[in-house]
């Protein structure tokens, strides 16, 4: 399995925080800041595990999940969820297209870190 996470979210200054601690425990990160963006880099890099986030414009994390599911090349990619969203029927309806986890900002970037490891070992 790819040691390779994939990052999608819109919030730039999220992933800046973010790469260089998920690398720091040796992982290969790529990040993408659109779900269009995400959903080609998921298949032209191949990752490991995909960090996805629920609110951005245009395609929300939710469509761009439903669509990783669908497409054989990444259905079988862990995707956590991670979002400001604490909504029951979000989480629900996340864990209903096939997210292993589902994490809320604000987070301890350690609880991502130990995330990534527990589906990416």
Do not use: C, W
């Not at 963006?37 to 994390?61: N, V, Y």
């Not at 990783?68 to 909504?87: A, H």
């Not at 297209?97 to 350690?110: H, M, Q, R, S």
Request: hydrophobic share 40%; proline share 6%.
């Amino acid at each position: 399995m790819s040691k390779k996470i994939l990052m999608i979210d819109d919030e730039s200054e999220l992933l800046k925080v973010l790469h260089p601690r998920l690398a720091a425990n040796g992982y290969e990160v790529v990040s993408a800041e659109s779900g269009r963006e995400g959903l080609e880099k998921a298949t032209k890099e191949k990752p490991g595990l995909i960090i996805l986030d629920l609110f951005m414009p245009r395609m929300s994390g939710l469509e761009v999940l439903d669509q990783l599911k669908k497409d054989f090349q990444t259905k079988s990619v862990p995707v956590i969820m991670l979002t400001g969203e604490e909504d029951e029927e979000s989480i629900a309806r996340a864990k209903e297209l096939g997210a292993v986890d589902y994490i809320t900002k604000p987070f301890n970037p350690e609880a991502l870190v130990d995330a990534a490891n527990k589906y990416l070992p």
